[in-house]
């Protein structure tokens, strides 16, 4: 009796696929934005990236790597094919953690005149940008809605406390498009220029003084 087709990626971690011959850049606006294995620039909603003929041309060429790295598996031998749905999962992870993972890098240290209750509340406004964020993706549902959660609340936490205070009610307002920008600022300089501050006026939500 056949299975439902799984595949033996899904239990990995999403940085163990080395050699991929398509390199993820990031999101904006529920796009995906990817250069593929001829070099090209490709930006693809939601419904484009879950497409087996999109995901081919992507991969070009290289359909090898898909066949050893997400394989479908049925009755616990290999299929011959690749899993559409695991590759697509893996592309979407791959473009949030290029947006908005960032370096444990930053230039001073949390004010200690902060009180806790202030810290608290600030904790909370950025827990709910968060969600709002993760929200814009369309991830609800899946692993990769908790990541990117998770990853914009370090991103705002980290930038927050210790580089640029941030205008946390503004951007609790604020579009999730306009969000998002602040956070691939701050996720890019973070990687390029670590323990160094943000230039001022650099992100659309710091505090003005």
Known sequence: ???????????RSPAAFPGCPVRPVGITAKKYHFVDALGRTRVLS?????????ISGLFGDHHNWLLTNFPNIEDGEPTGTWSAS???DWLK???LSASFDICEQFPIAESPEISTAQRYMDSETIRKISFRVADFTSTRG????????KLAQDVLLQCHRH?????????LAAPEDEIINDLRVIRTHANNNPGQSLPTGALRFEVKV
């Open 86 to 88: 695991s590759v697509s």
């Open 46 to 54: 939601e419904h484009e990236i879950s497409q087996r003929h999109i």
């Open 1 to 11: 009796m056949n299975t439902h087709p799984r595949t033996t990626a899904e239990a």
């Open 163 to 171: 580089d640029h205070p941030l205008d946390l009610q503004a951007m």
């Open 142 to 149: 899946t692993e990769i809605y908790d990541e990117v959660r």
């Open 93 to 95: 992870h791959r473009a």
